[in-house]
């Protein structure tokens, strides 16, 4: 293909096909020319790391996007030690966006941040804001229970309660003190296709949730995501506990949710983020490096920090 020629190396190439419409968009779009003036001089890695203030490069197409979620200028500290430093990063409504880099980078923390997750952590502060649709999650009186629920998130191991497969779904309606049966009957399938797990488990709703395989296990708990019906899935690098069959599943699952709900996930799996992901974000020592569409990120980056990483060069 074309773009194997094109400098970047081959490690993620052969998993782009799908982008290749957008790649060779990317070949003549202007912002390209930054690109080249963003190559020569100091490296941004080495000057984030001595402590030098600077800034995200942002490409337009972000920014065009219609926004679900707003991160603005957004630090944290655990205790007295920085692990953001002035994030500002719109998440694109109904699209899948990947945040990527160096374990330690603050992925984690930035994904816990955004339903308020870290909240219980002693010594933790924050400055900034977070808005979802348009409103602070920070400000005082916000319903943090509530935010959750706008806001669902699998974990890397999937953690369903020791308890029916049924009722691990309808969980959040439990909480909410539904009782109706048919309506909990209804959210209980409704979610299960959505995570397309209904057709394994149908016949076995009352079985316990803890005898699904570890695939069968993450797909009940985004199937437990969305029966609170969120306007957002925060995903933290749910398919690293998997094999490779059920990675599979999880991803076209992902695929299959997008369009329905702005998804956000954490990955440290690069191929991954290339197959599955609209968006890419690559962080680097808690701060955000540059972040654009992926097909964009992982052929034809502003940056040459973001090519070595995307490349396998380091990290
Ligand atoms: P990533 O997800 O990119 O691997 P994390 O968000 O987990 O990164 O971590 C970012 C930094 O914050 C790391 O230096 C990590 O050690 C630190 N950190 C994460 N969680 C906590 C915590 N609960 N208390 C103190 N430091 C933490």
């Not at 966006?97 to 308020?116: D, I, Y």
């Not at 048919?182 to 399938?189: I, K, S």
């Not at 983020?273 to 962080?283: E, H, L, Q, V």
Request: with cysteine.
């Amino acid at each position: 293909m074309d773009f194997m020629k094109e400098g970047v190396g081959s490690l993620v190439n052969p998993i782009l096909a799908r982008h290749a419409r957008d790649m060779n968009l990317a070949r003549v779009n202007p912002m390209n020319q930054e690109m080249k003036s963003d190559r020569r001089g100091e490296s941004r890695l080495e000057a984030i790391a001595a402590g030098k203030p600077v800034e995200a490069v942002i490409h337009e197409r972000v920014l065009q996007a219609e926004p679900a979620v707003e991160i603005q200028d957004f630090s944290l500290w655990y205790g007295k030690k920085q692990a953001l430093h002035g994030v500002t990063m719109p998440i694109p409504k109904g699209e899948v966006t990947a945040l990527v880099g160096p374990s330690g980078c603050g992925k984690s923390t930035l994904l816990r941040s955004v339903n308020r997750m870290n909240d219980l952590i002693d010594g933790l502060t924050v400055s900034g804001d977070i808005l979802l649709g348009g409103e602070s999650i920070l400000a005082p009186g916000v319903d943090v229970i509530a935010l959750r629920k706008r806001m669902g998130m699998v974990f890397q191991k999937p953690n369903p309660f020791p308890m029916s497969i049924f009722e691990n779904v309808v969980y959040p309606l439990r909480i909410d003190g539904v009782r109706d049966r048919q309506t909990l009957r209804e959210v209980c399938e409704h979610s299960l296709r959505g995570a397309a797990l209904w057709d394994e488990v149908r016949d076995r709703l009352h079985e316990s949730g803890l005898s699904l395989s570890g695939g069968q296990q993450q797909r009940l708990c985004i199937a437990r995501a969305i029966a609170s019906d969120p306007e957002v899935l925060l995903l933290d690098e749910p398919c690293s506990a998997l094999d490779p069959l059920a990675t599979n599943k999880i991803e076209d699952l992902i695929q299959d949710l997008r369009g329905e709900y702005t998804i956000l996930i954490v990955t440290h799996n690069m191929q991954q983020a290339a197959r599955i992901s609209d968006y890419t974000a690559f962080m680097y020592l808690g701060r955000l490096i540059e972040y654009g569409e992926t097909s964009q990120i992982f052929t034809k980056p502003h940056l040459k920090e973001t090519e070595d990483y995307v490349t396998g060069r380091f990290g």
